[in-house]
């Protein structure tokens, strides 16, 4: 499991009810056994645990399973190579232990605060091999060179004659990688949590050490349904960026009667912070669309309808950007149609498929592109798929083997595609391959005209931003219907796609804080 799926999965439990701080227990407890079962099968008794930990939730883990250690009739020592604690869940599981006083536990804490500190420790100076050290310093939370003190601590951890166990991954090791930049511990075993790390994973033995997995009560959910911890995935912008550097998008639609869906598109991907939009649009609708909005720029093409004679002006703009929205508002007409399955096989960007678009395309042109993101509701996925079946997407239920037949049913047919496939309906289904994404927000109030647009709006723009299909898609989706709650709460079923857009910032503003 990559990294970030982790951190994505933890955060998400919050929104099931399973608070950070109880699945911080359960780690803690988990990790306790887990070293219990190891010291009963080398020491063959109790012997001293020594715990080095850092200013993160790995050593919040190490600050629990002390308690559990010591009730077991180990005695532990604490090594805190920071005292600015940054998890709240550790501080408050660090603050337990310093109000065990009077002290009536083998407990031990010290403060290597100094290069000295850490070389005049037990562990730097025993040859005693009758013990465990706990590596809960860094966990995932590496990033660039050690700094010297922990780089010293992983020496002497290294040098000691001790079991070495270290929790979730050997600190100094890069969870996705498996390589170690600067120093790693290399520990006896590796206990990680939930699922193994894809660094951990692919590392030889002699790197992790023997691998244990610990089941700490994440539910499957927590894993599939979207939520405000998949905002990890998109990235704060950087202070020093310029404009451009977050996001370039080429929204290609309009026609003679329909401007606004493009203008729309083109508001929302602006909403979730794309620096630069273009709409491609026909001569008259692009008028209309510079008038809707000054902060799109806007390329009149000649002409009623989109159409072939527009493909080279079309291509030469998606050179200049990040992804492009093929659709909103194209209207349907067999030279729109030959121009948009035209451009799917000359753009070699990123490409949302929306509303006019998934009428017209090939199925066959795209279905070897990853780097696609198709937005259909039910009767056009069928219609794109050549679905002649009854199906439905229909899993708000609590019937397992229903919701799990319905979601397969959706695999088998998708995975014609290497893209990513948004199924819009009460419950979104956000699919790619094996991987599937469930999300909840949105309301009944979304049947008006133009959310759909929204989406595709975001949807490029994340794809602008260096997210994934998968996870633009599945981002997408999340923001779009928590716009729409918003708006809901504000105007009932009576607002608008333009309203939903107006919340799409305010959206973006909490899901990042």
Do not use: W
Not at 268 to 292: F, M, N, Q, R, S
Not at 375 to 389: D, G, L, M, Q
Not at 453 to 471: H, K, P, R, V, W
């Amino acid at each position: 499991m990559d990294p970030i799926d982790m951190m994505v999965t933890d955060y998400n439990c919050e929104y099931l009810g399973l608070s950070r701080l109880c699945l911080m227990e359960s780690a803690g407890k988990s990790l306790a056994e887990e070293v219990g079962k190891i010291a009963v099968y080398t020491f063959s008794k109790p012997v001293k645990v020594v715990i080095f930990t850092g200013s993160g939730g790995n050593g919040g883990d190490g600050f629990v399973a002390t308690r559990y250690l010591l009730n077991r009739g180990y005695d532990v020592d604490i090594y805190m190579l920071k005292d600015n604690i940054h998890s709240k869940d550790a501080k408050v599981n660090l603050e337990i232990l310093k109000n065990m006083k009077p002290r009536l536990s083998r407990l031990n804490i010290f403060n290597l605060k100094t290069l000295e500190d850490i070389n005049n420790c037990e562990v730097a100076k025993s040859v005693d091999d009758d013990f465990i050290i706990l590596d809960c310093i860094l966990g995932t939370g590496i990033e660039g060179k050690l700094q010297t003190n922990i780089k010293r601590a992983i020496e002497v951890i290294n040098e000691s004659s001790g079991v070495k166990i270290s929790v979730d991954v050997p600190s100094g090791l890069d969870p996705l990688t498996g390589e170690a930049d600067d120093l790693a511990v290399i520990p006896d075993y590796t206990i990680s949590f939930h699922k193994i790390k894809t660094g951990v994973r692919n590392a030889d033995e002699d790197v992790v050490g023997g691998l244990v997995t610990a089941d700490i009560g994440i539910p499957f959910e927590a894993e599939y349904f979207v939520n405000y911890g998949d905002f990890l995935r998109f990235n704060n912008r950087d202070y020093n960026s310029h404009k451009g550097n977050n996001g370039r998008l080429l929204i290609v639609g309009g026609s003679f009667d329909y401007s606004g869906a493009p203008a729309i598109a083109g508001m929302a991907a602006i909403g979730v912070g794309a620096d630069l939009v273009y709409v491609a649009a026909p001569e008259k609708a692009g008028e209309a669309i510079k008038a809707t909005s000054p902060d799109l720029i806007v390329k009149s093409l000649e002409g009623d309808e989109l159409s072939l004679d527009n493909a080279s002006d079309i291509i030469e703009l998606s050179e200049n950007v990040d992804s492009v929205v093929l659709g909103p508002g194209a209207g349907i007409s067999e030279d729109t149609s030959k121009l948009f399955n035209l451009l799917v096989v000359k753009i070699k960007k990123p490409i949302v498929l929306d509303a006019d678009a998934l009428k017209q395309v090939d199925l066959s042109l795209i279905k070897n592109r990853e780097d696609i993101i198709l937005t259909p509701h039910i009767f056009e996925f069928k219609s794109f798929f050549k679905v002649n079946n009854d199906l439905k997407l229909d899993i708000d239920t609590y019937d397992f083997k229903k919701v799990d037949e319905n979601i397969t049913e959706f695999q088998k047919i998708t995975r014609q595609i290497k893209g990513s496939v948004i199924v819009k309906g009460q419950y979104d289904l956000i699919l790619s391959g094996n991987k599937f994404k469930i999300n909840k927000t949105g309301n009944p109030g979304m049947t008006v005209g133009g959310t759909g647009d929204a989406l595709s709006g975001i949807a490029g723009s994340l794809f602008a931003q260096d997210l994934s299909a998968f996870d633009s898609a599945a981002l997408a989706v999340f923001i779009n219907g928590l716009a729409g709650d918003r708006a809901f709460e504000e105007k009932g079923n009576g607002f608008s796609a333009t309203d939903l857009v107006s919340f799409i910032g305010n959206v973006i503003k909490d899901g990042l804080c």
